[in-house]
């Protein structure tokens, strides 16, 4: 069972919506991630951010605006989203330096229509 | 930048062997990673390499030659529920990026169905 929650599972939204991904740690890490996984493609890594301060930001467009307001959650907001942003978005946490092992959590299906 | 290169899909019956290649290229290496993600679920962690030779995990054993790029895992026993898909992570060190040790570049993932 893993110790990485994510919210919700499965997510339809239209380009004009604003919509925000929830993730929740409970394994008492201090690095917390984004990834997207899309149909095909490597997972591609998109924030980091280590004890609430964003340490990365892989040229992520603008449209998606993360927030980590503690070292155990980790929000993902979403506006004026394309139809390519569909993808299935991972969160993962990791103890100690960013880098070592990475838990990660369900993931959350996004539809753009 | 990296890049990282293993097979789209694998097929095995029951009870067989298989092994599992992935070969890359790096600019700075600091570890390797494989992973195993079932339909629909996160991906889990299976095994870490950092230094040449093999580790050894129960009916999972991961090999890494540094020297030649390549890594491969290798399932022993194979059962039904071990069809999914395999993802090798190859982690970069960080040259100025302070208290971090690198971040992790994910292959495409190689897909594996284990037949009765």
């Known amino acids: 069972e893993t110790g990485v929650t994510q919210t919700p599972r499965h997510l339809v939204m239209g380009m004009t919506n604003k919509k925000s991904l929830k993730c929740e740690q409970h394994?008492?890490?201090?690095?917390m991630y984004w990834y997207k996984q899309s149909a095909k493609k490597p997972l591609e890594l998109m924030f980091v951010?280590?004890?609430?301060?964003?340490?990365e930001n892989n040229s992520v467009p603008s449209r998606f605006s993360p927030e980590c307001p503690n070292s155990s959650h980790l929000f993902l907001h979403l506006h004026t989203l394309q139809p390519e942003d569909s993808a299935l978005y991972l969160c993962?946490?990791?103890?100690?330096?960013?880098?070592?092992?990475?838990?990660f959590g369900p993931g959350t299906r996004l539809t753009v229509l | 930048g990296q890049n990282i290169d293993q097979p789209t899909e694998m097929t095995a019956t029951e009870g067989a062997i298989v092994q599992i290649n992935c070969t890359y290229q790096t600019s700075g290496f600091n570890g390797l990673f494989w992973y195993q993600q079932h339909a629909g679920e996160a991906p889990t962690f299976l095994s870490y390499?950092?230094?040449?030779g093999l580790e050894e995990k129960g009916r999972f054993s991961s090999f890494l030659s540094r020297s030649k790029g390549y890594s491969y895992l290798l399932l022993k026993e194979l059962q039904m529920k071990d069809s999914a898909s395999y993802l090798c992570?190859?982690?970069?060190?960080?040259?100025?990026?302070?208290?971090?040790?690198?971040?992790?570049?994910f292959g495409r993932g190689t897909q594996l169905t284990v037949w009765p």
């Open positions: 394994l008492g890490h201090n690095a």
């Open positions: 993962a946490s990791s103890q100690g330096s960013p880098g070592n092992e990475q838990f």
């Open positions: 992570a190859v982690r970069d060190r960080a040259p100025d990026r302070g208290s971090t040790l690198g971040r992790l570049y």
């Open positions: 951010y280590n004890f609430k301060e964003q340490t």
């Open positions: 390499n950092v230094l040449d």
